[in-house]
């Protein structure tokens, strides 16, 4: 079994937990608004390949990869505290593949407790707004 472990986004400095709160959804959005769907989907990507993954809220995360673009993932259930700075995603994989419904569990840097976990959902592969728009012109 391979282990691996990602970190979340880390805080602003100077943002309190009550502001954080209150513009997650906000952020979460204006996060989301930066892409587009391309309409293509995987239900693996190979560990190897993932550079990042950045979770926009408990739900929905991008996944960053080596050459292959950038994926929307929308995981059951949402992953309690996983777009929390304080806690960082944890998997481990039989194979060389991170896929649809293998279990990502959300742990807590200060007390290394799992704090939450979820199943992942489909890969959906995204582009940049700009990248759309410069396509489109060409």
């Known amino acids: 079994m391979m282990k691996q472990v990602m970190s979340a986004a880390v805080l602003a400095a100077g943002l309190t937990a009550a502001a954080y709160a209150q513009s997650a959804e906000e952020r979460a959005e204006?996060?989301?608004?930066?892409?587009?769907?391309?309409?293509?989907?995987?239900?693996?990507?190979?560990?190897?390949?993932?550079?990042?993954?950045?979770?926009?809220?408990?739900?929905?995360?991008?996944?960053?990869?080596?050459?292959?673009?950038?994926?929307?993932?929308?995981?059951?259930?949402?992953?309690?505290?996983?777009?929390?700075?304080?806690?960082?995603?944890?998997?481990?994989?039989?194979?060389?593949?991170?896929?649809?419904?293998?279990?990502?569990?959300?742990?807590?840097?200060g007390a290394g407790m799992q704090t939450g976990a979820c199943g992942l959902g489909e890969y959906q592969r995204v582009e940049p707004v700009e990248d759309a728009a410069e396509q489109a012109d060409s």
Do not use: K, M
């Open 30 to 109: 204006a996060r989301l608004a930066e892409f587009r769907p391309t309409g293509e989907t995987t239900t693996c990507l190979s560990t190897s390949r993932i550079r990042q993954i950045t979770p926009i809220d408990d739900t929905r995360w991008l996944v960053t990869t080596r050459g292959a673009g950038t994926y929307l993932n929308e995981v059951s259930r949402g992953c309690f505290g996983a777009s929390s700075p304080f806690n960082y995603l944890q998997y481990q994989v039989s194979g060389a593949q991170l896929c649809r419904g293998d279990i990502v569990h959300v742990i807590d840097t």
